[in-house]
C-alpha cells in the first residue's frame, strides 16, 4: 500500500463529493433534521390525557373525585358532560381520550358500603397510548380504592390502620422518563447509517455507470488502497455528523452523555467502518445507481430504523424477526449508545457489542476486497 | 385535448415502466414486503416484562408479594438472585426489565399493622414502555395491600369501593396491528407516487427524449395528465393489493365504506402527485430525485401522527401538521378501518385533503408548464 495513490484516490472521492451539492446537503442537512424534529417534536410520553366525564350523581363526592383525577398530571378534565351519548360523540370526534360516566347512586353506594360500577372507556385506536392509559386510570383506581378500604377500617377499628405494602420505585437510567433521552442517542445510529452506508452505495457503481472503472483499472492503484481512499471522506463525513448530534443534543435539549466521550469515538468509528463497508459492498454489488439507492434505503436504513431497538422494541417482534436484528449492525451499536448515554458503561459491560461489529467489519471488509479483486483491480 | 393524445402517453408510460424488471419489483413486491416488516415490527404491547426477585425476607408474606406480581400475564420472574449485586448487573445488561427487592423485616412490619417498603428498580430507557410498567406495578401493589388488609382485619369488608369497568373502544384488545396496518396502507401509497411520479419525469430529461417530446404536438397539459394517470392507477391497485392483506392476513376489520377510502386516497393523491411533479421540476437527475424525495417523506412520515402521537408535540408543530395530507388520510383510513364512520364525522379531513390537493396540484403544475414552455 502507497501513501501518495491512496492521497490521491482520497482526493478524487473528495471533489466528488463537494461537486455534487445534492449529496452533501443529504450528509448534513437530513442529520439536523432528525435530530430537531426528533429532539423538538416527537414523543412517545404520554401526560395530559384529555378526559371527559359524565356526572350523574353531581355530589360533593363524585366532583372531589373528578378533580382528584384532573389533579394529577397523567389527567387532564376538558368537559363535564351531561349524557353518556355526548361522550360518545367526543371519543367519535376525537376531542378526548378517555371518558368516565359516574353513575346517579354513586354517594349513596358509597355511603353504605356498597360496590358502584365505574364506566371508562379509552379510545383504544392508537394501542400504545391506549396502554399507557389504562395503565393510569387502573393505578388511579386502585389508588382511590386502598384509601376507601382504610377509611373503612378506620372508621371500624380504634387505631390508625396503615397499608402494609408501599411500593418505592426508582426508574434508573432515564429518571427523567423522557423519550427523548432515549430516542436522540438512537439516532445516532440511524444517521451515520444513512451517511455512511446510503452515500458510499454510490461510489464503485458510479465508476462503472460513468464507465471510468475501466481506466482506474488500468492504473496502478491497488484494491486496498482503492478501498480504503474511498471511504476516508465519508468517514470524517460521518464522524462530523456524529459530533453534531452529540453536540445538538446536548446544547438543544440537554441530553447529557454520561459515560465516556472517547469511548463512544471508538464505538462509533467501529460503527462507521460497518456502514461504510457495507455500503461499498452494496455498490459493488449493483450495476447500477437507482439500484444501489434502493437497496441501500432497504437494506441499511429501514432495518436501522426499524429492527435496531431505536423506538421499537425488539423484545415485542415475533421470533423470526428477532433473528433478523441479529445481523443488524445498528441494533449493536444501540445498545452501546444507549450504555454510554444512559448507563455510563465501560467497555467491561460494551465489549460483546463491539466485538460484533468488528467482526462484521472484517467479513464486509474480506468480501470487498475479494470482489474488487476479482474485477481485476 | 386530445384523448388519443393521452392515451398513447399513458400505454408508453406503462409499457417503460413495466419493461424494467426493477421498476416491476418495486411496485409489486416493495409494499407487500413494507407492509409485512412494518405489521410485525410496531409493537408496543405490555407483556413478558423481565423481573428479578431479591427476596430477603423469605416469608409466606413476601412470597405471596411475588405471587401476586406473577399472577399475571403482564410480569414474569426470570431470575431469582442473591443480592443487590447481581441485580444491578442484570439490569445494566439488559436481562431485567424490573428488579424488585424485598427487606428482611418486610413480614415483621407489616404483622405489626406497619407500612413495608418493597424497593423496585426500573429500567427506563424506553421511557413510554417504563410509565406503563411502573402503572401496573402501583395497580397491583394496591390490590395486595387490600387483600392483606382482608387477612389482618377479618372483618367484613363490604365498602364503598369503586369496580373499574375500563373498555377500550376500536380497538377492544389494544392491538398494535389495528393501528398500524392501516397507517401503512396510507404511507405506501405516498412513497410510491412520491418517488414514481418524479422519476417519470427525470426519465425523459436524462434519456434525453424530453425534447422529442416537446416537439410532438403533446400540450404540456396533456403530458401532465399523461405521466400522472398511470401513477394513479398504480397507488389505486396498491391500495386495493394492501388493504386485502390487512384485511385477510393480519385480520384489521374493515368497518367502514370502501367507496369513501377511494374517494379520500383519490384526493391524497392530488396533493402527492402534486409534489411528486414538484420534486421533478428541482431535480435533474434520477439520484437528485430519489434524494429529495427522502427529504420530503421524512417530515410527511415524523409528523403524521403514524407512529408519533400529535397530540404530545408543541403547539406550532402541531399547527404545521395541518399542512401535512398525510396527516389527514392517515385519520381517514383509521376511521374507515377501525371506527367505521362516515362523511358526517370525516368531512373536515375530505374538506382539508381536498384544498390541499388542490393548492398543491395546481402550484406544482404552475411550475412545471413554466419550466417545460
Given at each position: 500500500?502507497?501513501?501518495?495513490?491512496l492521497?490521491?484516490?482520497?482526493?478524487k472521492e473528495?471533489?466528488?463529493?463537494?461537486?455534487d451539492?445534492?449529496?452533501?446537503y443529504?450528509?448534513?442537512?437530513i442529520?439536523?433534521?432528525l435530530?430537531i424534529?426528533?429532539?423538538?417534536?416527537l414523543s412517545?410520553?404520554?401526560?395530559?390525557?384529555?378526559?371527559?366525564?359524565?356526572d350523574?350523581?353531581k355530589s360533593e363526592?363524585?366532583r372531589?373525585?373528578?378533580?382528584?383525577?384532573?389533579a394529577s398530571p397523567?389527567?387532564r378534565?376538558?368537559?363535564?358532560?351531561?349524557?353518556s351519548?355526548d361522550?360518545?360523540d367526543f371519543l367519535?370526534?376525537?376531542r378526548?381520550?378517555l371518558?368516565?360516566?359516574?353513575?346517579p347512586?354513586?354517594?349513596?353506594s358509597?355511603?353504605?358500603?356498597?360496590?358502584?360500577?365505574?364506566q371508562?372507556?379509552?379510545?383504544?385506536?392508537?394501542?400504545?397510548?391506549?396502554?399507557i392509559?389504562?395503565?393510569?386510570?387502573?393505578a388511579?383506581?386502585?389508588?382511590?380504592?386502598?384509601k376507601?378500604?382504610?377509611h373503612?377500617?378506620?372508621r371500624?377499628g380504634?387505631?390508625?390502620?396503615?397499608p402494609?405494602?408501599d411500593g418505592?420505585?426508582?426508574i434508573?437510567?432515564?429518571e427523567?422518563?423522557?423519550?427523548?433521552?432515549?430516542?436522540?442517542?438512537?439516532?445516532?445510529?440511524?444517521?451515520?447509517?444513512?451517511v455512511?452506508a446510503?452515500?458510499?452505495?454510490l461510489?464503485?457503481?458510479r465508476?462503472?455507470?460513468?464507465g471510468t472503472?475501466?481506466?482506474?483499472?488500468?492504473?496502478?492503484?491497488?484494491?486496498?488502497e482503492?478501498?480504503?481512499?474511498?471511504?476516508i471522506?465519508y468517514?470524517?463525513?460521518?464522524?462530523?455528523d456524529?459530533l453534531?448530534?452529540?453536540?445538538?443534543?446536548?446544547?438543544?435539549?440537554g441530553?447529557?452523555?454520561k459515560?465516556?466521550?472517547?469511548?463512544?469515538?471508538?464505538?462509533?468509528?467501529?460503527?462507521l467502518?460497518?456502514?461504510?463497508?457495507?455500503?461499498i459492498?452494496?455498490s459493488?454489488?449493483?450495476?447500477?445507481?437507482?439500484?444501489?439507492?434502493?437497496m441501500a434505503?432497504?437494506?441499511t436504513?429501514?432495518p436501522?430504523?426499524?429492527?435496531?431497538n431505536?423506538?421499537?422494541?425488539?423484545?415485542?417482534?415475533p421470533k423470526?424477526l428477532?433473528m433478523?436484528?441479529l445481523?443488524v449492525?445498528?441494533?449493536?451499536?444501540i445498545?452501546i449508545l444507549?450504555?454510554?448515554?444512559?448507563?455510563?458503561?465501560?467497555i467491561?459491560?460494551?465489549?460483546?457489542?463491539?466485538?460484533?461489529?468488528?467482526l462484521?467489519?472484517?467479513?464486509?471488509?474480506?468480501?470487498?476486497?475479494?470482489?474488487?479483486?476479482?474485477?481485476?483491480? | 385535448m386530445?384523448?388519443?393524445?393521452?392515451?398513447?402517453?399513458?400505454r408508453?408510460e406503462?409499457i417503460?415502466?413495466f419493461n424494467?424488471?426493477?421498476?416491476?419489483a418495486?411496485?409489486?413486491?416493495m409494499?407487500f414486503?413494507m407492509m409485512f416488516?412494518?405489521?410485525y415490527?410496531?409493537n408496543?404491547?405490555?407483556k413478558n416484562?423481565?423481573?428479578?426477585?431479591?427476596?430477603?425476607s423469605k416469608t409466606?408474606?413476601s412470597r405471596?408479594?411475588?405471587?401476586?406480581?406473577?399472577?399475571?400475564?403482564?410480569?414474569h420472574?426470570?431470575?431469582?438472585v442473591?443480592?443487590?449485586?447481581?441485580?444491578?448487573?442484570?439490569?445494566l445488561r439488559?436481562?431485567i426489565?424490573?428488579?424488585?427487592k424485598i427487606?428482611?423485616?418486610?413480614?415483621s412490619?407489616?404483622?405489626?399493622?406497619?407500612?413495608a417498603?418493597v424497593?423496585f428498580?426500573?429500567?427506563?430507557?424506553?421511557s413510554?414502555m417504563?410509565s406503563?410498567?411502573?402503572?401496573?406495578?402501583?395497580?397491583?401493589?394496591?390490590?395486595?395491600?387490600?387483600e392483606?388488609?382482608?387477612?389482618?382485619?377479618?372483618?367484613?369488608?363490604?365498602?364503598g369501593k369503586?369496580?373499574?369497568?375500563?373498555?377500550t373502544?376500536?380497538n377492544?384488545?389494544?392491538d398494535?396491528?389495528?393501528f398500524?396496518?392501516?397507517?401503512?396502507?396510507a404511507?405506501?401509497?405516498?412513497?410510491?407516487?412520491?418517488?414514481?411520479t418524479?422519476?417519470?419525469?427525470?426519465?425523459?430529461?436524462e434519456?434525453?427524449?424530453?425534447?422529442?417530446l416537446i416537439?410532438?404536438?403533446?400540450?404540456s397539459?396533456e403530458?401532465?395528465?399523461?405521466?400522472?394517470?398511470p401513477?394513479?392507477i398504480?397507488?389505486?391497485?396498491?391500495?386495493?393489493a394492501v388493504?386485502a392483506v390487512?384485511?385477510y392476513w393480519?385480520?384489521?376489520p374493515?368497518k367502514?365504506s370502501?367507496?369513501?377510502?377511494?374517494?379520500?386516497?383519490?384526493?391524497f393523491?392530488?396533493?402527492?402527485?402534486?409534489?411528486?411533479?414538484?420534486?421533478s421540476?428541482?431535480?435533474?437527475?434520477k439520484q437528485?430525485?430519489?434524494?429529495?424525495a427522502?427529504f420530503?417523506?421524512l417530515?410527511?412520515?415524523m409528523l403524521?401522527?403514524?407512529?408519533?402521537?400529535?397530540?404530545?408535540?408543541?403547539?406550532?408543530v402541531?399547527?404545521l401538521?395541518y399542512?401535512?395530507p398525510l396527516r389527514?388520510?392517515?385519520?381517514i383510513?383509521?376511521d374507515i378501518?377501525?371506527?367505521?364512520?362516515?362523511?358526517?364525522?370525516?368531512?373536515?379531513?375530505?374538506?382539508?385533503?381536498s384544498?390541499?390537493g388542490?393548492?398543491?396540484?395546481?402550484g406544482?403544475?404552475m411550475?412545471?408548464?413554466?419550466?417545460l414552455?
Amino acid at each position: 500500500m502507497k501513501f501518495i495513490r491512496l492521497k490521491a484516490v482520497t482526493r478524487k472521492e473528495f471533489y466528488h463529493l463537494i461537486r455534487d451539492y445534492r449529496s452533501l446537503y443529504l450528509a448534513f442537512a437530513i442529520p439536523l433534521l432528525l435530530i430537531i424534529l426528533f429532539g423538538y417534536a416527537l414523543s412517545l410520553d404520554v401526560d395530559n390525557v384529555e378526559t371527559v366525564f359524565v356526572d350523574y350523581d353531581k355530589s360533593e363526592l363524585s366532583r372531589d373525585f373528578i378533580r382528584k383525577l384532573d389533579a394529577s398530571p397523567y389527567f387532564r378534565v376538558s368537559a363535564l358532560l351531561p349524557a353518556s351519548k355526548d361522550a360518545v360523540d367526543f371519543l367519535d370526534h376525537d376531542r378526548a381520550k378517555l371518558a368516565i360516566v359516574i353513575p346517579p347512586d354513586f354517594k349513596k353506594s358509597i355511603g353504605a358500603d356498597r360496590e358502584i360500577q365505574l364506566q371508562i372507556i379509552i379510545d383504544g385506536s392508537d394501542p400504545s397510548f391506549g396502554n399507557i392509559v389504562r395503565g393510569y386510570i387502573s393505578a388511579f383506581v386502585e389508588r382511590y380504592n386502598q384509601k376507601m378500604l382504610i377509611h373503612f377500617l378506620n372508621r371500624q377499628g380504634q387505631e390508625r390502620i396503615h397499608p402494609p405494602v408501599d411500593g418505592r420505585v426508582r426508574i434508573w437510567f432515564n429518571e427523567d422518563m423522557e423519550s427523548r433521552n432515549f430516542i436522540i442517542p438512537g439516532l445516532i445510529a440511524v444517521i451515520i447509517m444513512i451517511v455512511g452506508a446510503i452515500l458510499t452505495s454510490l461510489i464503485i457503481v458510479r465508476e462503472y455507470e460513468n464507465g471510468t472503472m475501466e481506466t482506474i483499472k488500468s492504473m496502478p492503484v491497488q484494491a486496498g488502497e482503492f478501498l480504503l481512499g474511498k471511504a476516508i471522506p465519508y468517514f470524517f463525513i460521518g464522524l462530523t455528523d456524529l459530533l453534531i448530534a452529540v453536540l445538538l443534543g446536548q446544547l438543544l435539549f440537554g441530553i447529557v452523555m454520561k459515560g465516556n466521550f472517547g469511548l463512544l469515538m471508538v464505538a462509533a468509528s467501529l460503527y462507521l467502518s460497518v456502514a461504510l463497508s457495507l455500503g461499498i459492498l452494496i455498490s459493488n454489488v449493483t450495476k447500477s445507481q437507482m439500484l444501489a439507492n434502493q437497496m441501500a434505503i432497504l437494506t441499511t436504513y429501514l432495518p436501522s430504523l426499524l429492527l435496531s431497538n431505536f423506538v421499537f422494541p425488539i423484545i415485542n417482534m415475533p421470533k423470526f424477526l428477532q433473528m433478523i436484528t441479529l445481523v443488524v449492525p445498528a441494533r449493536y451499536f444501540i445498545d452501546i449508545l444507549s450504555g454510554i448515554y444512559l448507563k455510563n458503561l465501560g467497555i467491561a459491560y460494551l465489549w460483546p457489542s463491539m466485538l460484533v461489529l468488528l467482526l462484521m467489519f472484517i467479513v464486509l471488509t474480506f468480501l470487498n476486497y475479494k470482489m474488487l479483486k476479482k474485477e481485476g483491480l | 385535448m386530445s384523448w388519443l393524445r393521452i392515451r398513447e402517453l399513458v400505454r408508453k408510460e406503462f409499457i417503460q415502466l413495466f419493461n424494467d424488471k426493477r421498476n416491476r419489483a418495486m411496485i409489486m413486491i416493495m409494499p407487500f414486503i413494507m407492509m409485512f416488516v412494518f405489521g410485525y415490527v410496531v409493537n408496543y404491547d405490555i407483556k413478558n416484562v423481565r423481573m428479578a426477585v431479591l427476596d430477603y425476607s423469605k416469608t409466606p408474606e413476601s412470597r405471596s408479594l411475588i405471587k401476586s406480581f406473577e399472577g399475571n400475564n403482564i410480569f414474569h420472574v426470570t431470575h431469582v438472585v442473591a443480592n443487590e449485586k447481581h441485580m444491578t448487573e442484570l439490569l445494566l445488561r439488559q436481562k431485567i426489565d424490573v428488579g424488585i427487592k424485598i427487606g428482611h423485616d418486610f413480614a415483621s412490619v407489616m404483622r405489626e399493622g406497619r407500612t413495608a417498603p418493597v424497593q423496585f428498580l426500573v429500567d427506563g430507557s424506553m421511557s413510554n414502555m417504563t410509565s406503563v410498567r411502573v402503572a401496573y406495578i402501583a395497580s397491583i401493589l394496591d390490590r395486595f395491600n387490600r387483600e392483606e388488609l382482608r387477612k389482618l382485619y377479618p372483618v367484613d369488608m363490604s365498602y364503598g369501593k369503586l369496580d373499574a369497568r375500563v373498555r377500550t373502544w376500536y380497538n377492544p384488545n389494544l392491538d398494535s396491528q389495528y393501528f398500524f396496518v392501516p397507517g401503512i396502507v396510507a404511507f405506501l401509497i405516498m412513497l410510491t407516487s412520491f418517488i414514481l411520479t418524479s422519476i417519470a419525469i427525470i426519465r425523459e430529461k436524462e434519456d434525453g427524449t424530453m425534447e422529442q417530446l416537446i416537439v410532438t404536438p403533446l400540450k404540456s397539459y396533456e403530458f401532465i395528465i399523461g405521466k400522472t394517470i398511470p401513477y394513479i392507477i398504480i397507488a389505486l391497485c396498491q391500495l386495493f393489493a394492501v388493504t386485502a392483506v390487512a384485511v385477510y392476513w393480519f385480520e384489521i376489520p374493515f368497518k367502514g365504506s370502501f367507496v369513501l377510502l377511494l374517494i379520500a386516497a383519490c384526493l391524497f393523491l392530488l396533493s402527492n402527485l402534486g409534489i411528486g411533479l414538484f420534486i421533478s421540476t428541482i431535480s435533474s437527475t434520477k439520484q437528485q430525485a430519489m434524494m429529495t424525495a427522502f427529504f420530503f417523506i421524512l417530515p410527511f412520515f415524523m409528523l403524521s401522527g403514524f407512529v408519533f402521537p400529535i397530540a404530545n408535540m408543541p403547539e406550532i408543530v402541531q399547527w404545521l401538521t395541518y399542512l401535512n395530507p398525510l396527516r389527514f388520510f392517515l385519520v381517514i383510513i383509521r376511521d374507515i378501518f377501525l371506527k367505521g364512520v362516515g362523511m358526517d364525522v370525516m368531512w373536515p379531513q375530505y374538506l382539508a385533503l381536498s384544498i390541499l390537493g388542490i393548492i398543491v396540484f395546481t402550484g406544482a403544475i404552475m411550475r412545471f408548464k413554466k419550466r417545460l414552455d
